[in-house]
């Protein structure tokens, strides 16, 4: 089962787990397969009705107030997990690299100590601690630690989607601004992470904690320059004002070892997936 299948990457794993699976979310906005909970209350009964051996936990906000987030993240984790602890099932809890923080210059492994620097980062932070708590009381249970990804109708919320939407408003040669197109980020496409995300709920062996992740940095003004060659044009990059975290890449070290090797995506191909079309 998916949950949060509504969302933009829930959505996208319904879509890649075929028939294997069931998407549950509170509203799923014409998703079909997709059954409608009121509430977190739903959960065991929707999960013994459809036989689910496992939950994907999608669900969550990145943007809000502070007590929102919290709510949306780790209060709807807990609930999952304690759902899927009573029925003794499986739970891939989708965390984020933003749970990380400040990392300097090195890869991040799964043993690199959280830091998060944003109220997104510090709810996710709580969502992957509620989940690992109930570990201890026997739930099996992976967070799998996505970094930053791409995909067609990516929300405006995030420096991708503002790229994409400044890209696809050009006719002709222009510019696009953002905040510091130095900043480099480790890039995964949607479609990749929802595969991803499928074969981790079936493995046998789990960590804890696994980053999904590519191990390769894309700087913000490649992939605009990405995004506007794969449109035929030329773009000025105009910097607002620096700021932010200079650089954050994972280590797919341990990913590899669990799901086979990722091939990194080119900065082409995923400026290709963040202009493509949603379906």
Known sequence: MILGASGWIGREVLRAGGADVVGAA???????????????????????????????????????ARAALANANSGVA?????????????????????????????????TTAPRP???????????????????????????????NVVGPGQPLSTPVGEFAAAVNALT??????????????????????????????????????????SGRGVSFAELIQAMAAVRGLTVRVVDTHRGGLPRVVGDPTLLHSLVGRLE????????????????
């Open 78 to 110: 807990r609930a999952a997990g304690e759902a899927c602890l009573r029925l003794g099932i499986r739970l891939v809890h989708l965390g984020s690299a933003a749970e990380y923080g400040p990392v300097g210059d090195q890869l991040v492994t799964e």
């Open 26 to 64: 509170r509203r799923p906005h014409g998703v079909p397969g997709t059954v409608v909970m009121a509430n977190t209350d739903e959960l065991d009964r929707v999960i013994a009705d459809h036989q689910i051996e496992a939950v994907i936990n999608c669900a969550g906000a990145v943007v809000g």
């Open 264 to 279: 990194p995506e080119t900065p082409r191909q995923l400026a290709q997936e963040a202009l493509r079309a949603e379906n």
């Open 172 to 213: 002709r040669a222009g510019e696009v601004r953002t905040r510091d197109s130095s900043l480099v980020r480790d890039f995964m496409s949607r479609r990749l992470l929802a595969v991803t995300l499928l074969r981790l709920s079936r493995i046998e062996r789990r960590p804890p904690v696994v980053n999904v992740c």
């Open 117 to 147: 620097v944003t109220d997104y980062g510090e709810a996710k932070l709580r969502a992957t601690e509620e989940v690992l708590r109930l570990a201890d009381r026997g739930l099996d249970v992976l967070v799998a630690r996505a970094f």
